[in-house]
């Protein structure tokens, strides 16, 4: 939680102020005879910037937190340890997608009331409630990045093996979520939706909401039948 926390909560607090000093620092480094015309910046764009880099840095946190969170403990033997008390495999499944579940949604939440702070103070206030969407997407979006690097992690013991495959098939989901007849109904549009809400202010429901959350729920339990059928 610490690192996770503090690393969300530094990007949120920096991309908007990287967005306001970004042309300055562009004129000073560039070429006094042909100098670079940027945008001006926007809170927009500082938006934008944040939303991105939640998704690349989320997406590699979900993968080093996750991929470790059962393969680690069958590696080392303390699953069997707890797993010959009377808890079922079940529960621990979802103790574990609980517990990386907290981690995140608070680290996401300190990272936007950071960003939403300096958005505000540097440029001007979005409307609340596209952002504030636009963050239960991205929290959609790392839950599932988090839910199929659990499923990976319970395939393996190895972490490195796990992690490879979350991240093979995280990345095959987000080419093929670019393809236009297929891509909207595929969680990796989910924060393209969210930013849609931020720059015109209209909130749209879509079927990758669904998708996504169902996509959580057989992660989870392919991820429970595996661990049944997995001697430790």
């Not at 990007?11 to 670079?36: E, I, Y």
């Not at 990796?188 to 930013?195: A, I, K, Q, R, T």
Request: hydrophobic share 55%; with cysteine.
């Amino acid at each position: 939680l610490l690192v996770v926390g503090s690393l969300f909560t530094l990007f949120g607090l920096a991309t908007p102020l990287l967005v306001k000093m970004l042309p300055k620092l562009v004129l000073q480094l560039g070429d006094s005879t042909t100098p670079l015309q940027l945008p001006e910046p926007t809170a927009v764009m500082a938006v934008t910037e944040y939303s991105r880099n939640m998704v690349q840095v989320g997406l590699l946190a979900a993968i080093l937190v996750g991929m470790g969170a059962i393969a680690r403990e069958v590696e080392q033997g303390t699953a069997a340890m707890t797993l010959g008390k009377p808890v079922s495999r079940g529960a621990f499944v979802v103790a574990k997608m609980l517990g990386v579940t907290a981690t995140f949604v608070l680290s996401l939440a300190a990272a936007a009331v950071g960003s939403y702070f300096y958005t505000v103070v540097l440029f001007e206030a979005v409307d609340p409630a596209s952002y504030l969407y636009l963050n239960l997407l991205l929290g959609e979006f790392l839950l599932v990045c988090l839910a199929v690097t659990l499923l990976c992690s319970t395939m393996f013991r190895s972490q490195l093996a796990a992690g490879g495959l979350a991240l093979a098939l995280l990345i095959g989901q987000s080419i093929v979520s670019a393809l236009p007849w297929v891509g909207r109904y595929l969680p990796g549009s989910l924060v393209s939706l969210g930013m849609a809400a931020v720059k015109d202010g209209s909130i749209q429901v879509s079927p990758a909401v669904a998708v996504g959350a169902v996509e959580i729920g057989v992660c989870l339990l392919a991820a429970w039948w595996m661990l049944r059928r997995k001697v430790l």
